[in-house]
């Protein structure tokens, strides 16, 4: 018991060093559910587009509990837990659709759009027999509901009573990257989903990690998409919850990476069809990639024109399903949703730049296995959690252990 | 040829094995080029126009454009290969694509078929797995030259991919 109790003693470096038994205590993975995702945490949902008219509804997940959302006949936002008040099943078994209520399968209870339990099985027996006794309450066991939040056609929910509006959690940086993107109404493109071999949090500091983007993704930096050179910035927000790691389009790098012989740099590597990287300037600011991450599941994505939210379903301790869902906007004219279409190719399981982070996370999940007592060197960029110019930085990985220690109490 | 079940003559019926043979060989040589790792040879099953796309039945039924793998030339093959070559990173794997009879049809001159297929994905560590499972939605170009596709729509079965997507499928 008490070797168990030290072993998960968080370092005395701090931040800058990660315990690797964090990515395989199994009761650590049942802890995080309930003081993370179920806590005071804001979970992305889905895009509010994927809610298009009045009685539409789809599930989704907060952690590895499912949830439904829903937008009611007055147009209200709604989520709750997707558990029945009886036994327990499952009350949605479709990932979309259209509805009035939800019946469970499995004895006929039924609920409305906002989670309330509405009717209950020959609640009153028939003809004086059978049913629930007259003071029965079953109304008390219903679905948790969630709070939810809609910011810029984001939709996100949070089962915590203390967790702080949406825009205070995010901070006004976080805040303004995301309204940045999201500047008309979305035109949903599509999605996938993508298996990942790790546990969540490796993907969740992969995506804070913009040190690694222009080392591990040659394509990126083979033609000049993202290189550390390349100006930019990493912005933590201040309780370490978002970050936003952006660089500029316009290509002002040097020969630092030629010079370093470094693996990820092949000039003269010229594509047959660079069409592929054409890309306008809609934001109108320059900033060619931006990739906004909140605490604990959602990525953001801006690679070029091509838009992406992310969100995670950890599902196990070395599983964790990756949601893509890839979207434009209602004002989009043929020309630049060919363009997002086309850079598509850039990202998902398949992507020029994102296949390796699959992979890569999975790597450290293997390679740590034995390791549970070592430490992992999260240095880079001092030790400190703020934002920086420098992406050469692990700020933004210290920024998701500030949060992560917060919430677990650790 | 016209339609499906045009047997209305010996010599239609031929023409009609024809395409079906010359379908089943273009399918056969695509498949064993890809489980052979002979990668480089992968584009020159297209036509110089051709369209390669990867996507998924739920993507297909909602209308949703979006591809995991999104190719409209055989330009865009090459560099996708060049990149699986020389810039991405993945553990070694290779794939054994298991291909079903192919149901063809023509319409106008063009003809189409449509493929179920498996593919397993056998790592470097012997890990096998069903990787895929899907229907090859291709419409095909034939003459003197041979077959080639004119289009591949590869619709996966699943949404969800395993860790990455390297290989074509």
Not at chain 1, 119 to 127: D, E, M, P
Not at chain 1, 369 to 387: D, H, I, K, N, W
Not at chain 2, 58 to 83: C, H, W, Y
């Amino acid at each position: 018991m008490n070797v168990h109790t030290n072993v998960r003693q968080w370092p005395d470096e701090g931040l800058t060093r990660v315990p690797y038994w964090i990515y395989s205590d199994q009761d650590l993975y049942a802890q995080e559910q309930e003081r993370i995702f179920r806590g005071d945490t804001w979970n992305f949902l889905c895009l509010e587009a994927e809610l298009p008219r009045a009685n539409t509804f789809r599930t989704s997940n907060v952690g590895d509990m499912s949830v439904v959302v829903t937008r009611d006949a007055n147009g209200v936002v709604h989520a709750f837990e997707n558990r029945c008040a009886h036994r327990g099943a499952l009350l949605c078994l479709v990932p979309h659709g259209e509805r009035k209520e939800f019946a469970c399968v499995y004895h006929n209870w039924t609920y409305d759009l906002a989670g309330n339990l509405t009717g209950v099985a020959f609640r009153r027996g028939i003809a004086g027999k059978g049913g629930m006794p007259p003071d029965a309450t079953p109304e008390v066991h219903a679905p948790r509901k969630l709070r939810v939040e809609v910011l810029a056609g984001l939709v996100f929910g949070t089962l915590g009573a203390d967790t702080p509006p949406l825009e205070a959690y995010l901070g006004p940086d976080i805040t303004r990257g995301v309204r940045r993107v999201m500047r008309a109404p979305v035109r949903l493109l599509g999605g996938y989903s993508q298996a990942l071999p790790s546990n969540w949090k490796l993907y969740m500091e992969n995506t804070k990690d913009s040190y690694h983007a222009s080392l591990l993704h040659m394509f990126f930096t083979t033609f000049r998409l993202n290189r550390l050179s390349q100006k930019g910035g990493l912005v933590v927000g201040e309780n370490g919850a978002g970050h936003i790691s952006y660089s500029m389009a316009a290509d002002v790098a040097g020969k630092e990476y030629e010079q370093a012989k470094m693996r990820s740099a092949q000039d003269g590597y010229a594509l047959e069809a660079p069409e592929l990287l054409q890309s306008v300037d809609e934001f109108g600011d320059g900033v060619g990639l931006q990739i906004l991450a909140v605490f604990p599941g959602f990525v953001l994505q801006q690679i070029r024109n091509s838009l992406a939210v992310r969100r995670i379903i950890p599902q196990g301790l070395d599983r964790t399903e990756l949601v893509w869902t890839c979207f434009g906007f209602t004002t989009d004219d043929d020309a630049l949703n060919a363009l997002r279409l086309r850079q598509a190719n850039l990202i998902g399981p398949a992507g020029f730049i994102s296949m390796e982070d699959g992979a890569a996370t999975g790597f450290v999940q293997r390679g740590s296995r034995g390791a549970p007592r070592e430490l992992s060197v999260v240095e880079m960029g001092g030790r400190g959690t703020s934002s920086e110019e420098s992406r050469i930085s692990e700020a933004a990985v210290r920024g998701f252990w500030k949060s992560y220690r917060a919430h677990m109490r650790m | 040829m016209t339609g499906e079940h045009d047997c209305s003559s010996l010599s239609s019926v031929l023409r009609r094995l024809t395409c079906d043979l010359a379908i089943q060989d273009l399918n056969a040589r695509y498949a064993e080029a890809l489980d052979d790792d002979r990668l480089e040879e992968w584009p020159e099953f297209f036509r110089p126009d051709g369209r390669y796309h990867i996507t998924t039945a739920e993507n297909i039924a909602q209308g949703f454009p979006i591809g995991i793998v999104s190719a409209t030339s055989r330009a865009m093959l090459r560099d996708r290969i060049k990149a699986l070559r020389q810039a991405n990173v993945y553990e070694a794997q290779r794939y054994r694509h298991v291909l079903g009879a192919p149901r063809v049809t023509s319409q106008n001159g063009e003809l189409t078929a449509r493929t179920s297929f498996m593919v397993a994905r056998i790592m470097h560590t012997g890990e096998t797995m069903i990787f895929a499972t899907g229907c090859y939605q291709d419409r095909i170009a034939l003459n003197g030259a041979g077959a080639t596709f004119a289009e591949k729509v590869v619709v996966l079965d699943s949404r969800l991919v395993d860790t990455l997507l390297a290989i074509p499928l």
